[in-house]
């Protein structure tokens, strides 16, 4: 999977793009508390911090053009993906959001042991925390326009995550387009699919960023 994510990197850089691919906080290599922060996650999305820092810093860059700056990801890079825009569309001109989780709370609720999680005494608090740490509680300020991708047969993230988060985004009349990956799952079991998508996203993020 980030074999195949660092060779679409590698060619969006050939087609002109400035790419910085974020080793965000949750990662490797730089100890036990960087790969287990607090507040991460659906407890609170701190590992964002880094991608939005990353972002400002590339505005400050001279080589880039800061209105011009866009995100792309796959599965939690697709949860991040989606938060940038949601949160801060005014730093991200457009996204690539390729089967991010979108709802917290919901994700949950498919979880193994899903019902013993609703008997824990701080339940209501913990959904709720979930839900502000999800793109869908920042959609209100969501302006950029985003390809939203997923296969309908995931069986990490539900597809009625993105269903969902296309629905909102619509209602809002956010400039949404979408792409079904048919019979496949979360890892492109067809490597014809896997080359689709990223033929998708390069030509998305041509179309948007580099006029």
Known sequence: YYANAYALNQYLANLGFVVLSVNYRLGIGYGYEFQHPKSAGNLG???????????????????????????????????????????????????????????????????????????????????????????????????????????????NVPFNQSVDLVNRLMKRKVAVETMVIVDDTHHWFRFSNTLKVFNATANYLKAKLLK
Not at 57 to 86: C, E, M, N, P
């Open 45 to 155: 999305a701190s590992e964002y911090l880094d991608i939005k820092a990353a972002g400002e810093w590339l505005a400050t860059q001279s080589f880039v053009d800061s209105k011009k700056i866009g995100i792309y990801g796959g599965s939690y890079g697709g949860y991040l993906t989606a938060l940038g825009l949601a949160r801060d569309s005014k730093l991200f001109a457009a996204g690539v959001d390729i089967h991010g989780v979108h709802d917290w709370a919901n994700q949950l609720k498919a979880e193994p042991l899903a019902d013993e999680f609703h008997k824990a005494p701080d339940a209501e608090w913990a959904a709720s925390l979930s839900f502000r740490s999800s793109p869908v509680s920042s959609v209100s300020t969501w302006t950029s326009p985003v390809f939203i991708i997923h296969a309908d047969d995931d069986r």
